[in-house]
């Protein structure tokens, strides 16, 4: 690297701001063509300062409370979701449960049996849903960073 270059990459960022005068621009441009150095540096201070006024340019708070409301959205809905799922698989916990209370036909082996598969699933239901339900409020932004 030619000790020049150090000096014409800080100009970089000033021509990019449109802050060099004429000639200087000029001399910096004719430099830029000749020097692969300063070719990449300008190339690369070009994407920082695209990347910055892109930043400027949107509000980052748009994009925050877009996320947070989707995020409080699904939430409620997968509450209201929940809550059926429950409500329907309770209604069918007690329907079988009254239909075993009310004939004693269903207290056989089979329907013991059956009885059982549905308490151990119902279990292990619970257990996913209360254990999905703590995960969620440990960690309340996990929605919204998705
Ligand atoms: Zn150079």
Known sequence: MIPACTRYQ??????????????EAERYEAHVRECDECRRELASLGRIVRMTSELKLRPPDDEFWKGYWEGVYRKSERRVGF?????????????VVVGVLRS?????????SVSLIVVGLLVIFISVVRERYHEHKHDPYKEVER
Not at 10 to 23: I, K, N, Q
């Open 10 to 23: 800080t100009d970089g960022m000033r021509w990019l701001d449109g802050e060099l005068a004429a000639a």
């Open 83 to 95: 809550v059926m799922l429950i409500a329907g698989v309770l209604a069918i916990v007690g329907y």
């Open 104 to 112: 004693p036909a269903l207290l056989t082996y089979e329907g013991i």
